[in-house]
């Protein structure tokens, strides 16, 4: 059974960092996976992607600020997350097992991100 848990969210200030982890089991080697977010009163939005294969796909939103990466010894997804703004703070998801760009099978619980100004 394939379960997800997400870890490092928090408060912080804007222009400051944040690093996200996210370990998976039921998992030899992590299929595509993806991090997303939702915001009060918004939409999930797709922030980074990456394949199987290494490669990345980001929001605009996020270009140049987040680094999506993994670690298939530990099973572990991360997000290093930059320069952060307001419009940043949400439930940050962990997703894998990628159907099609942004549609992902499994999901995590989620972890709070907090910026203030």
């Known amino acids: 059974q394939v379960q997800l848990v997400e870890s490092g969210g928090g408060s912080v200030r804007a222009g400051g960092s944040l690093r996200l982890s996210c370990t998976a089991s039921?998992?030899?080697?992590?299929?595509?996976m993806a991090w997303f977010r939702q915001a009060p009163g918004k939409e999930r939005e797709g922030v980074a992607e990456?394949?199987?294969?290494?490669?990345?796909s980001y929001a605009d939103s996020v270009k140049g600020r987040f680094i999506i990466s993994k670690d298939n010894s530990k099973r572990t997804l991360y997000l290093q997350m930059n320069y952060l703004k307001p419009e940043d703070a949400a439930m940050y998801y962990c997703?894998?097992?990628?159907?099609?760009?942004?549609?992902?099978?499994?999901w995590g619980q989620g972890t709070q991100v907090i910026v203030s100004s």
């Open positions: 039921g998992y030899g080697s992590l299929p595509a």
């Open positions: 997703a894998a097992l990628r159907r099609r760009p942004w549609d992902y099978v499994y």
């Open positions: 990456i394949y199987a294969t290494g490669t990345t």
